[in-house]
Structure formats: C-alpha cells, structure tokens
C-alpha cells in the first residue's frame, strides 16, 4: 500500500523548498506563488472530504476558466477523487448524461446554471452540487474558506484513477477514458524533459482547461517543471502578443497561431520566446512556414489523444518538419498497422497508428466491451488514426479510420486530398468528406475555404484534382464556403459535414 499521492507527489516535487516562487500571473497582473496555490488545492480537498468525498468517487466540473478551478483539479486528486472536467459549453441535457454515467458524489458549476443543473444532479444521485464562478467564489470557494489548513493528499497508488474524460461523442455515446495517476504523472514529466521546461520558463496559457491540451499537458508540465504560467481566462491575441516579450513558451491550437500571424506587433512581441507548441488539430505547412518567416521561430507539433495523452513530438532540438507530428515519446511504442490484420505496414504505406506505454488510459468508464474493441490484450491502444511514418521515423497524420473514403471499392484517404487543393492558389484551407453514392458507394466531396471571397474557382480546383489525383480520388463534388465548422479546440467536425451532404446524391 502506498504511502503518498502519486500524482499529487509528483507535481509537487520540483517546487519543494520554493513556496515564495511564482506559480501564475493572471491577465490583470495577481500573482499567486506555488505555495499558496497548493494550500488552496489542500483547503478544497479538505472541503470536498467534509462533503463525503471518498478515494475513488467522481466529482464532475463545468465551470469557468480560473486559477480556483486549477486548485479544484488538483485538490480533488489530493482528497483521492476522480476529476471529471466538462465542457462549459455542454448543455443541461448533455451534462445529465454524464452525470448520470459517472455518478459522481459531488457536481460543480457556476452559479448561473445551478438552477438548471440542480433537478438534474438530484436525479442522477449527486450528493453535492456546488458552484464556483470564473472569479473563484461559490459554495464551493464557502467550503474551502471553512476548511482546516494543512490537509494531507490521501494516498493514491500509480494504477489508481485520477480522471476520467469524455471523448467528444461525434460517432455515439461519449465515452468516459479512465485515466491514472502514472498515465498522467509519467506523461507530464516526460514532456517536462522533452520540451526542455525548467523553474525559469513563463508558459502562456490561454487553452480552455476542460482537455486534455490544456489541464493535463500545459498544467501538468508548468506544476512538474516548477516553472510559472502567465494565466489567461481565453486565448485573446492582443493579450497574448502583450505577453510575450516577458514570458518564454506558448501552448495553442492552430486557430492560435493564424489568427496572431495577423498582427503586424508578431515580430517583435515574439523576439524572447523560447518555444511555441502546437496541437489539438492539424497544422497547416502554410502556416507553419509563415510563422517561421515572420518569427524565426518554427512550431512544434505533436500529437495526442483523449486516451492516451500525448503520443508524439516534433524534437526540441532538431528539424521541426511541417505536416508532421515527429516520433514516439520516449517510453511510448507506436507502431503502424493494417487496420484488418493488425500487422505492422511498411513506410511510406499508410495505417493505423497503434500506442502503447505509460501515457496509455486503462479503459472507458462502464464500457467493457468498448474498451475490448480499441485496447488490445496486449497494451496496444487502436487510435483510429491513419498514419505514415517515413524513413527518418517522422509520423505524418493521414486522417481518422472512420474518415477514411471508399469509393468504387478503392481507398481514399483525405489527407492527400486535402494537401493538394490547400496549395491551390486562392485556398487557404479544405476538408475532404464520403457522400453516399448510388453507383460509388460513396463519393468524394471537397469543402473548400477560399482566402478570400472570389480569391479561387471551382475549375482551377477541379484541374489541380484531374493532373494530381488518380481519377478515383478526384473530388466528385466541390463546396465553396466561408469557413469550415470546428469544435471548441479547433478541430475540423467532419461529422457536421457528412451530415450536410448526405443527400447530395438522393
């Protein structure tokens, strides 16, 4: 039986002996120090013990951003709870399905939606349902301030669940990935390695902290290497760019990087930084190329999942190569399979790109079957991910399984499509879609972004497809839009776009 919190020890370790030093500045220039900020988490996991929370019981959050609901993360964890970060965005009729899943002992939210979510969390068997708002008060912050001082982190051992975290659902039911203090502990502190982060380094963080990109990746490696946060309630460029030439390192999503390229200040507010990192959903080689030439600087992209943390990285040190996610994390095997035979494909021939390690989640919540489909017997997760991998080893994302095309019995794979008409002139981004097709089975369709209205025609398009693509492959049919339909992290929501087309050819 273990003696300590592993997770809690972990964060805690490389800001031991440094209560004074800078934990977070936030946007209106508080700064709260690493000691103050676990003494706050220590109170809460007092609070939330005194509300019966119990090593193991759940405990459900859709709050907004704030450096009170970073002590809630870790507090919860510190009292032997399972965090379960929602959406801010659900609604009241999402949130009862997770709640009603997860049966969670306490629920909190803000204040405002405490009278929608109340009938709800008394159906779904919640004891508790208490509120924090974006300022940090509530019945929750209540609690906290009435707590004893000097709570000790209940002990959790490495194969114990930390969090548990809903996959968006775009295919079905959500399912809730169990995460354990070593998949998140291990994970974090190989990126804190990798990524080159020490007690020096002032981090932006302007994700939302309900993901993985933002809770578990910038979090995490800001408390295990110790280093300090400049705290954003939302990613806003000016704000951003303000804070760049006093800090060293920015974690964002594609949507970051494009829309900061538009300012004219980019150049120079970037001249200190150390390190920008990218993820959440692919980056275009075009932006990529731009932001090295208007900063010098060149992305890191890496990869990852709900289930799995991250599982690849472009190196620190060495060539960060656009349109790829770079190798293996140490300590991570991934390998590239048939998607029929799950053999191992050669390179250059795309797959399924396959995971195993430390980082690796133990299961979905209350879905044994699921869990038997996508993790094998033997360690390895099925990503769902179509990848190539070429002979330096660099991993390039084709696109998901599910996305993948077949038409007229041929595999089409979107990614390639995609490439091609983004370097059409006028274009400035694609998604590649199946239609159900009569005759095909499914057709090609091409949903396109142009730069700027007019900047691009349909038959410039079309003729790129003819003398680049195999004929089966060539887009059947081409939608000009304005812009393309993304999630909360940026992400392309194909689902929306099939949905749109599915009669095309009715």
């Known amino acids: 039986m273990t003696s300590e919190n592993h997770l809690v020890a972990a964060l805690r370790a490389s800001s031991a002996g440094r209560a004074e030093?800078?934990?977070?500045?936030?946007?209106?220039?508080?700064?709260?120090?690493?000691?103050?900020?676990f003494a706050g988490a220590e109170k809460i996991a007092a609070a939330l013990v005194g509300l019966g929370v119990q090593p193991g019981d759940r405990m459900a959050v859709q709050i907004d951003k704030s450096l009170e609901a970073l002590q809630l993360y870790v507090g919860a964890v510190m009292a032997g709870g399972v965090?379960?970060?929602?959406?801010?965005?659900?609604?009241?009729?999402?949130?009862?399905?997770?709640?009603?899943?997860?049966?969670?002992?306490?629920?909190v939210c803000d204040p405002s939606r405490h009278g929608d979510l109340a009938p709800i969390a008394t159906k779904a068997g919640v004891a508790h349902l208490m509120t924090l708002d974006g300022a940090g008060e509530g019945s929750l912050k209540?609690?906290?301030?009435?707590a004893n001082a000097g709570f000790v982190p209940l002990p959790r051992g490495e194969d114990d669940l930390a969090a548990i975290l809903y996959t968006s659902g775009t295919t079905g039911r959500s399912k809730g990935a169990m995460m354990s203090h070593r998949n998140l502990a291990s994970n974090a502190s190989?990126?804190?390695?990798?990524?080159?982060?020490?007690?020096?380094?002032?981090?932006?963080?302007?994700?939302?902290?309900?993901?993985?990109?933002?809770?578990?990746?910038?979090?995490?490696v800001a408390l295990m290497s110790g280093c300090a946060l400049h705290f954003m309630p939302k990613f806003n460029a000016d704000q951003v760019l303000t804070a760049m030439p006093n800090a060293t390192a920015l974690m964002g999503v594609p949507t970051f990087y494009t829309r900061l390229l538009k300012s004219p200040e980019l150049a120079d507010a970037s001249r200190n930084m150390r390190l920008f990192i990218s993820g959440s959903a692919p980056l275009l080689a075009e932006t990529h190329d731009q932001w090295?030439?208007?900063?010098?600087?060149?992305?890191?992209?890496?990869?990852?999942?709900?289930?799995?943390?991250?599982?690849?990285?472009?190196?620190l040190d060495g060539d960060r190569r656009a349109g790829t996610v770079g190798f293996p994390l140490p300590g991570v095997e991934v390998k590239i399979t048939n998607p029929e035979s799950g053999d191992a494909v050669p390179n250059g021939e795309p797959g399924v790109i396959e995971v195993r390690g430390p980082n690796v989640f133990s299961g979905y919540w209350n879905m044994?079957?699921?869990?038997?489909?996508?993790?094998?017997?033997?360690?390895?997760?099925?990503?769902?991910?179509?990848?190539?991998?070429?002979?330096?080893?660099?991993?390039?994302?084709?696109?998901?399984?599910?996305?993948?095309?077949?038409?007229?019995?041929?595999?089409?794979?979107?990614?390639?499509?995609?490439?091609?008409?983004?370097?059409?002139?006028?274009?400035?981004?694609?998604?590649?879609?199946?239609?159900?097709?009569?005759?095909?089975?499914?057709?090609?369709?091409?949903?396109?972004?142009?730069?700027?209205?007019?900047?691009?025609?349909?038959e410039a398009i079309q003729a790129a497809a003819s003398t680049g693509l195999a004929r089966f492959k060539q887009p059947k049919h081409i939608e000009l839009i304005a812009e393309l339909p993304r999630n909360t992290m940026g992400k392309v929501q194909k689902n929306v776009l099939r949905e749109q087309f599915k009669t095309l050819y009715k």
């Open 190 to 220: 190989t990126l804190a390695t990798l990524w080159g982060f020490t007690k020096d380094d002032i981090l932006i963080h302007a994700l939302p902290i309900f993901h993985t990109h933002g809770l578990f990746v910038a979090t995490n």
């Open 368 to 458: 044994p079957e699921k869990t038997k489909e996508e993790l094998r017997e033997n360690g390895f997760f099925i990503t769902g991910d179509i990848a190539v991998k070429d002979e330096r080893g660099y991993v390039s994302i084709v696109g998901r399984a599910k996305d993948l095309i077949i038409s007229g019995g041929y595999n089409v794979y979107p990614k390639e499509i995609e490439l091609l008409i983004d370097e059409v002139d006028g274009v400035l981004e694609s998604a590649v879609v199946a239609a159900p097709h009569p005759d095909f089975g499914e057709a090609v369709v091409a949903v396109v972004v142009p730069q700027a209205p007019g900047s691009v025609e349909i």
């Open 83 to 107: 965090f379960l970060p929602l959406n801010t965005g659900y609604t009241a009729a999402e949130v009862a399905y997770f709640l009603t899943d997860a049966a969670p002992t306490v629920a």
């Open 142 to 146: 209540d609690a906290a301030d009435a």
């Open 292 to 315: 090295r030439d208007v900063t010098g600087h060149a992305i890191l992209e890496r990869y990852g999942m709900t289930e799995t943390n991250m599982i690849t990285s472009n190196p």
């Open 21 to 37: 030093a800078v934990f977070a500045r936030s946007a209106n220039g508080a700064m709260l120090s690493y000691g103050d900020f």
